[in-house]
């Protein structure tokens, strides 16, 4: 919704000129569950920080999605993050192709990214924070980890909600 400069990134204010030392690097952060406007902004903000203070000269887009934030919303989340996918590939598509694009995803913002890889988006790089998807979904080496297997064996996951299942 804010203005777009000449480099395609959205400003909300004023013109902005980019530092001469900048890289050509978009990371995009995305939110997870139960988080309000004001959260959004500070946790965009705090991370914004951090990677400044490692020596980070790239791009920060944070993408806010529709979250609710009542305990009780948990599914429906779930379910809007599933569908917020397809504006998140839209958005990563839409910044300048010159740049690397990666993913920094916080709970269930993971799923928002899961399911907007499952649409095509291309990035660089995806990192998953405290995610509220099990890792094999992504990865064919956490697939096939024999632990696992053999845990599955003697253990197995509970397939329905009677018996404590997802």
Known sequence: ?????????GVTVGAYTPPSDEEKKALIFVHGWNMNDWEYEKFSETMFKR???QGYKGRLCAFRWATLTSVDSYN???FRAWKYGKSLKEF???????????VAAHSMGNVVTGSALQRGM??????LMEAAVP????SDVVNNY??????????PTP???????Y
Request: glycine share 10%.
């Open 51 to 53: 990677l400044w203070h």
């Open 146 to 155: 024999q632990k696992f297997f053999d845990s599955e064996q003697t253990s």
């Open 76 to 78: 429906t989340c779930e």
């Open 1 to 9: 919704t804010g203005v777009f400069d000449e480099s395609g990134f």
């Open 159 to 165: 397939d329905t909600v009677s018996d404590l299942g």
């Open 92 to 102: 990563v598509a839409s910044l300048p192709s010159d740049y690397s694009k990666s």
């Open 135 to 138: 890792g094999g979904c992504f």
């Open 122 to 127: 291309s990035i660089n790089r995806y990192f």
